[in-house]
């Protein structure tokens, strides 16, 4: 893999913009930057909105282990004093945390052909 001569990253060479000179071995990002391509030179470089697309597929796919992992600090910092919900609330961070992981397991396929439709 080449790295690009502006910012020392390795990229695959799909990543590279073609060309001589000053825009030999420079990368899509540094390219646009810098004013070597314009941005329908470089279809491989991706839009505000495909990120913010990303970032949200990627959001909704592990926002359950974030709770759970809120949750558990919550019980084992506040919840333990109160009688009757500790105990409801243990129960569901159980629940919830043996579940975590089968649902995670099922939608794997879904998320990853959402995540192909948005790769450019």
Same mark, same amino acid.
């Given at each position: 893999?080449?790295?690009?001569?502006?910012?020392?990253?390795?990229?695959?060479?799909?990543?590279? #913009?073609?060309?001589n000179?000053?825009?030999? @071995? /420079?990368? &899509? +990002?540094? *390219?646009?930057?810098?004013?070597?391509?314009?941005?329908?030179? #470089?279809?491989?470089?991706?839009?505000?909105? @495909? /990120?913010? &697309? +990303?970032f *949200?597929?990627?959001?909704?796919?592990?926002?359950?282990?974030?709770?759970?992992?809120?949750?558990?600090?919550?019980?084992?910092?506040?919840?333990?004093?109160?009688?009757?919900?500790?105990?409801?609330?243990?129960?569901?961070?159980?629940?919830t945390?043996?579940?975590?992981?089968?649902?995670?397991?099922?939608?794997?396929?879904?998320?990853?052909?959402?995540?192909?439709?948005l790769?450019?």
């Amino acid at each position: 893999m080449a790295y690009c001569r502006l910012c020392k990253q390795n990229y695959p060479n799909s990543q590279f #913009v073609s060309g001589n000179g000053p825009r030999y @071995l /420079v990368c &899509a +990002r540094c *390219a646009i930057e810098h004013d070597l391509a314009e941005i329908d030179e #470089v279809p491989q470089l991706y839009s505000d909105e @495909l /990120v913010k &697309a +990303r970032f *949200a597929l990627f959001g909704r796919r592990y926002r359950l282990w974030f709770a759970i992992s809120i949750g558990w600090t919550l019980y084992f910092t506040l919840g333990n004093g109160i009688e009757l919900w500790s105990n409801l609330f243990f129960i569901s961070l159980i629940l919830t945390t043996l579940a975590t992981p089968v649902l995670h397991f099922l939608g794997s396929a879904r998320f990853n052909a959402e995540l192909s439709k948005l790769t450019p």
